[in-house]
């Protein structure tokens, strides 16, 4: 590589790194929703034979459609007024409700469905598409993990990254003497970088009073930034 080829791709590496768009890159794969929504369901009932889409999910499944196939005409919710706004294709997915609503089913079965579709997106550094594909972490595995090893690189370098229940993890855990809010930390940190994707689910409301108190408004502001926004409502459906 000769000097001049060197110097021309520090600036087009530091441009890309510097401009918030080309971190990361999404295509719109096309859609037809009524088809996508039964192969939805067909996935969902590989999980249990009662999966459907009806009034209490129908609104985060038909977005969880859009987000993955890149359509622009997504929607999700404003995690204050709960008012329907404008999705953002590059932003991940937050979906909170009370428990037995679905969230944990939401999260594999959308996971499932991007992979079989073949769902790609095209994260900085890297030069070649990768799969819209995730594994699933619960939130006490990452600070179970926290207390093995005394980091949480693995968690914080992932490209796209799952957390379910979080919320349900402890306070905050030791290692070597050293406490810390783990999942504070890790979201805190993910939401620093513009090449991350992280999907969420929680009982804990992003606007609520508790995940204020529990996790402080700098993780709040994150997480408006880093997600889209989504409530599962209804009964339980455990109990059903």
């Keep these: 590589m000769t000097s001049k080829e060197f110097t021309d791709r ?17 295509w719109d794969m096309g859609i037809d929703i009524e088809e996508a929504k039964e192969r939805l ?30 359509d622009r005409t997504m929607e999700a919710l404003h995690p204050n007024s709960k008012k329907i706004v404008e999705g953002r294709m590059k932003a991940g997915l937050y979906v909170a ?22 769902a790609k997106v095209l994260i900085f550094p890297f030069d070649e598409p990768t799969d819209l594909a995730w594994m699933n972490f619960n939130s006490t595995d990452i600070t179970d993990e926290f207390m093995k090893k005394g980091d949480i690189q693995e968690f914080d370098k992932k490209k796209i990254l799952c957390i379910q229940d979080f919320g349900s993890e402890p306070n905050s855990v030791s290692y070597m003497g050293n406490n810390i809010n783990v999942l504070k930390s890790l979201i805190e940190r993910r939401g620093d970088y513009k090449n991350r994707i992280t999907l969420m689910s929680s009982n804990l409301s992003i606007s609520g ?25 209804g009964p339980d459906r455990r109990q059903q």
């Excluded at 890309?16 to 890159?25: D, F, G, V």
């Excluded at 409700?97 to 073949?118: A, E, Q, W």
């Design 10 to 26: 520090l600036k087009e590496v530091r441009s890309k790194a510097l401009n918030n768009e080309m971190c990361i890159t999404r």
């Design 41 to 70: 369901i067909e996935v969902g009932k590989t999980y249990t034979p009662d999966f459907v889409i009806d009034k209490n999910n129908e609104f985060v499944y038909i977005n969880a459609l859009k987000w993955i196939h890149g």
């Design 97 to 118: 409700g009370p428990p037995g609503t679905g969230k944990t089913m939401c999260l594999n079965v959308i996971r499932d469905y991007s992979f079989v579709v073949g």
């Design 209 to 233: 009073k508790m995940i204020k108190e529990r996790y402080g408004e700098r993780l709040v502001s994150r997480l408006y930034q880093m997600c889209n926004y989504f409530e599962l409502k």
